[in-house]
T-cell receptor
């Protein structure tokens, strides 16, 4: 298994601002993902965070809106840029170590 | 494109009763997960099913996989209130470990 932490755990932000979410894993992992869970909904994959190269984004998500960094095998950040109320969601990072495990999530509210 | 359908979306059941949640997926996959999510919390991994005919049990929950029918079931035996949560199935779309989630089943176990 893996111990995953995320910061911040929650935040309330103003429209038009940006928020960077951090994900830290207690061991080196190759596969790291970012998911979004909108209120009352299921999870949707935003992107795969690749170490040493640009992230791979899923359909409907773009780098300008959700820039991702992956400087090493234990850490990644997701930035939600130019936020609007529609970005209010829980953002979760996930890693694969045998199975796929999820971090505790970051609950974002945009006013 | 891989699609995952889960039903029912909502299930209200009395303590002591049995019920089954169904998860259908549209294309071949070699890995299926079941997760539990409590309100305001992240996802807890329950089961990972890797092969046709796989069956796993933990307490009052039992999961099975039929890859030919592209169907997984999560069976609840003699439900108790502590099982109240939202349950998600998720299927690995390809060799990249990206997960495609079902819509979730919100389970409420009544006394």
């Amino acid at each position: 298994s893996a111990v995953i932490s995320q910061k911040p755990s929650r935040d309330i932000c103003q429209r038009g601002t940006s928020l960077t979410i951090q994900c830290q894993v207690d061991s080196q992992v190759t596969m790291m993902f970012w998911y979004r869970q909108q209120p009352g909904q299921s999870l949707t994959l935003i992107a795969t965070a690749n170490q040493g190269s640009e992230a791979t984004y899923e359909s409907g998500f773009v780098i300008d809106k959700f820039p991702i960094s992956r400087p090493n095998l234990t850490f990644s950040t997701l930035t939600v840029s130019n936020m609007s109320p529609e970005d209010s969601s829980i953002y979760l990072c996930s890693v694969v170590t045998g199975e796929q495990f999820f971090g505790p999530g970051t609950r974002l509210t945009v006013l | 494109e891989l699609k995952v359908e889960q039903n029912p979306l909502f299930l209200s059941m009395q303590e002591g009763k049995n019920y089954t949640i169904y998860c259908n997926y549209s294309t071949t996959s070699d890995r299926l997960y079941w997760y539990r999510q409590d309100p305001g919390k992240s996802l807890e991994s329950l089961f990972v099913l890797l092969s046709n005919g796989a069956v796993k049990q933990e307490g009052r929950l039992m999961a099975s996989l039929d890859t030919k029918a592209r169907l997984s079931t999560l069976h609840i035996t003699a439900a108790v209130h502590d099982l109240s949560a939202t349950y998600f199935c998720a299927v690995v779309g390809d060799s990249s470990y990206k997960l495609i989630f079902g819509s979730g089943t919100r389970l409420l176990v009544r006394p």
